[in-house]
């Protein structure tokens, strides 16, 4: 990230990396508008104006994230990847739980406390970001001390129950499937 002067004396920390992939991204939804190119100029233009929004977005928001692991290694980028298909996978089936949940009326609501035992923000906000896009979970709320989620569930079965009332906590795999352990190999 590079950090440019401003007027008035603050400064705009500018993410390269966020302008390069939010400018490939942009290339990549609006290809082909143009009949004669690929892209038409004004299309372009918008193209880097929206990708250097996003960039110093995403530059302010980044040193206030505390506890981020180094994002630069091929092995984390290879697993956040090969991490894409899994969670399809699960967001579909959990898609078609709720549909037949819904089509019976077998729902059985609840709050449920899991505790990943993430020491980074990142890798507890993308297991947070997981979940919510699975149908039929929420995560409510972050304890940001101890790093642990409050999740809604559309459906607490009753030996989870059993085990989280038990210990008064649920294990991460009982509520998000697997989405724990793989989040930890590329964000912790």
Not at 10 to 38: C, E, N
Not at 42 to 64: D, H, R
Not at 70 to 94: E, G
């Amino acid at each position: 990230m590079r950090a440019r002067r401003v007027p008035g004396g603050g400064s705009v920390r500018i993410s390269v990396p966020g302008f390069i992939g939010a400018f490939l991204t942009y290339l990549f939804l609006s290809i082909g508008s143009d009949p004669k190119y690929f892209w038409a100029v004004e299309e372009i233009i918008a193209g880097v104006i929206g990708a250097l929004l996003v960039s110093i977005f995403i530059g302010s928001i980044m040193p206030a994230i505390k506890r981020r692991p180094s994002l630069t290694s091929p092995v984390r980028w290879a697993y956040a990847i090969a991490y894409l298909p899994i969670l399809f996978w699960q967001m579909l089936k959990a898609n078609l739980d709720v549909a037949y949940r819904v089509i019976t009326g077998k729902i059985n609501p609840g709050i449920v406390k899991i505790n990943p035992g993430y020491k980074s923000d990142l890798a507890l906000a993308v297991l947070a970001n997981s979940i919510t896009l699975t149908p039929g979970t929420l995560s409510v709320d972050v304890n940001e001390k101890t790093n642990e989620l409050y999740v809604h569930v559309l459906t607490v079965k009753d030996d989870i129950l059993k085990e989280c009332k038990k210990k008064k906590r649920c294990r991460p795999e009982l509520v998000s499937g697997r989405f724990p352990i793989w989040v930890r190999r590329f964000a912790e």
